[in-house]
């Protein structure tokens, strides 16, 4: 099986992450989604970390992902640190 890639780079799931997406009942393919179809964060994140957001109905999906580089794999890659769901406020 292939791994998953956003601009080029492996994305890798954190343990954190990982259990995020159980519960939700979400895969890889959701975090792409995510990554790909959805627009950036309005709030600032550091440099070398993307946080996307998708509206999904009432609710906004979030991911975000942090540029690391994988001792094994010896490349950079991306890092899965958090997936999460939110109702949107009302204005």
């Known amino acids: 099986m292939l791994s998953p890639r956003f601009q080029g ?23 792409l989604e995510v990554l790909e179809s959805g627009y950036d964060a309005p709030r600032k994140r550091k440099a070398g970390t993307i946080e996307r957001w998708l509206d999904k109905g009432k609710k906004t999906v979030n991911a975000i ?16 640190v958090h997936f999460g769901k939110f109702a949107r406020n009302k204005k």
């Open 9 to 31: 780079l492996k994305i890798i799931v954190s343990d954190s992450a990982m259990r995020e997406l159980f519960k939700l009942g979400k895969d890889m393919h959701d975090v």
């Open 65 to 80: 992902i942090a540029l690391d580089y994988n001792e094994t794999m010896q490349e950079e890659c991306w890092v899965l």
